[in-house]
């Protein structure tokens, strides 16, 4: 059972920052792309960040400048760290990836296909 699981959400002031967390667990034989998704209410999920495992990485245009996504393959973990929140920023952050699970067969490990795995979301809210 593989899972993603979000931290570091909350509440901050415009102009300030946040960082966030995401770790992934369970049985994974390889990941390949990680990334952050949001989704503010009433709006559509759009990408803010992704990377993949040899570290190239692709921005949204509202957050430009402003965040930054890392990764540690050892740990299994991407991180994004978001300065200059701006009232805009407010939303559902969801962490995604790209991750092919280890699968136990009567021929031993099995790696199985890629599949999109989705954290529970975190939230984050920017307020004077």
């Known amino acids: 059972q593989v899972q993603l699981v979000e931290s570091g959400g909350g509440l901050v002031q415009p102009g300030g920052s946040l960082r966030l967390s995401c770790a992934a667990s369970?049985?994974?034989?390889?990941?390949?792309?990680m990334g952050w998704y949001r989704q503010a209410p009433g709006k559509q999920r759009e990408l803010v960040a992704s990377?993949?495992?040899?570290?190239?990485?692709n921005y949204g245009d509202p957050v430009k400048g402003r965040f930054t996504i890392s990764r540690d393959n050892a740990e299994n973990t991407v991180f994004l760290q978001m300065n200059s929140l701006k009232p805009e920023d407010p939303a559902v952050y969801y962490c995604?990836?790209?991750?092919?699970?280890?699968?136990?067969?009567?021929?031993?490990?099995?790696?199985?296909?890629?599949?999109?795995?989705w954290g529970q979301g975190t939230q984050v809210t920017v307020s004077s």
């Open positions: 995604n990836a790209d991750i092919s699970a280890l699968a136990q067969s009567g021929w031993g490990p099995t790696a199985l296909p890629y599949y999109d795995y």
């Open positions: 990377i993949t495992s040899d570290g190239n990485t």
């Open positions: 369970g049985s994974i034989f390889s990941i390949y792309a």
